[in-house]
T-cell receptor
């Protein structure tokens, strides 16, 4: 049973560029959340997708956008990259059952370095 | 708004000694509480969670946590740690009915031989 998979694992971008990160949820999961984890900090919630729609968003600017596909996989896009966007980006999946207490499973993340 | 405070950024402890990692939260509604562990260069793995019922929750690798509603705390404990427990530990909270999980800043547990 494959867990949450993310790609790429590492990437380097130049300030002002755009980046797309990809996530495949754990088998059977239909809900995907994205988190940003800066060095030495806890994960910060970016947004969550369910039924191909963004249903809650954290305190991140519109430069951060996402998409969920019919097969539940998801993409995170960041435009106009800033040095401060350098972080580990974590994807997490869960099964929607009308409760927020379901366990969320994390991928190993995509390390983004902006230079 | 909900928030999570992990009171210790680093906890050094000798192997086979007991350990407690402290976590306090703030929320105006009912919450679900979680502890996650992150080993170097890996994603987060769930240790245990409290949804309802018994306030003492047992998790994997011999860890347990106690939910204290009056003190809004959810401290993580282990009676005897191993070198392999060296990792970053995160406390997290989700408000009942919400979709966003808020994480603390993490506590680095360093187990010494």
């Amino acid at each position: 049973d494959a867990g949450v998979t993310q790609s790429p694992t590492h990437l380097i971008k130049t300030r002002g560029q755009q980046v797309t990160l990809r996530c495949s949820p754990k088998s059977g999961h239909d809900t995907v959340s994205w988190y940003q984890q800066a060095l030495g900090q806890g994960p910060q919630f970016i947004f969550q997708y369910y039924e191909e729609e963004e249903r809650q968003r954290g305190n991140f600017p519109d430069r951060f956008s996402g998409h969920q596909f019919p097969n539940y996989s998801s993409e995170l896009n960041v435009n106009a990259l800033l040095l401060g966007d350098s972080a580990l980006y974590l994807c997490a999946s869960s099964l929607e059952r009308g409760t927020s207490g379901n366990t969320i499973y994390f991928g190993e993340g995509s390390w983004l370095t902006v230079v | 708004a909900q928030s999570v405070t992990q009171l210790d950024s680093q906890v050094p402890v000798f192997e086979e000694a007991p350990v407690e990692l402290r976590c306090n939260y703030s929320s105006s509604v009912s919450v679900y509480l979680f502890w996650y562990v992150q080993y170097p260069n890996q994603g987060l793995q769930l240790l245990l969670k409290y949804l309802s019922g018994s306030t003492l929750v047992k998790g994997i690798n011999g860890f347990e946590a106690e939910f204290n509603k009056s003190q809004t705390s959810f401290h993580l404990r282990k009676p005897s740690v191993h070198i392999s427990d060296t990792a970053e530990y995160f406390c997290a909270v989700t408000e009942g009915g919400g979709f966003k999980t808020i994480f603390g800043a993490g506590t680095r547990l360093f187990v010494k031989a």
